[in-house]
């Protein structure tokens, strides 16, 4: 058995409805999930456990939502999340 982890980079970008910046992006701390990977040993087929689910976005939600409140003063378009995975 053995372990496969992927993180991923969170990015939001605030722009203005008229296209103009609104503020600085946010990018999040990134956070990493992993799994477990059980290969068979005689037909090398794999099993794929679930993703870890002990690390979420929930800190990265309460900065946007604050980021957002100070913003409400013209239409703001969040462009909600660039995901990279690694």
């Known amino acids: ?3 496969e982890s992927k993180t991923v980079n969170e990015t939001i ?3 203005y409805t008229d296209g103009t910046i609104a503020h600085d992006d946010y990018v ?3 956070i990493t999930f992993t799994r477990t990977v059980s290969t ?3 037909t ?3 099993t794929y456990g679930g993703w ?3 690390q979420q976005f929930d800190q990265q939600l309460r900065a946007t939502h604050q980021i957002r409140a100070k913003l409400v003063r013209r239409p ?3 462009i909600p ?3 990279n995975l690694r």
Do not use: C, F, N, R
Request: aromatic share 4%; charged share 10%; glycine share 4%.
């Open 1 to 3: 058995m053995t372990t």
């Open 13 to 15: 970008h605030y722009v």
């Open 28 to 30: 999040a701390q990134p």
């Open 40 to 42: 068979d040993a005689v």
């Open 44 to 46: 090398g087929e794999k």
């Open 52 to 54: 870890s689910a002990a």
């Open 76 to 78: 703001l378009l969040v």
């Open 81 to 83: 999340v660039t995901l």
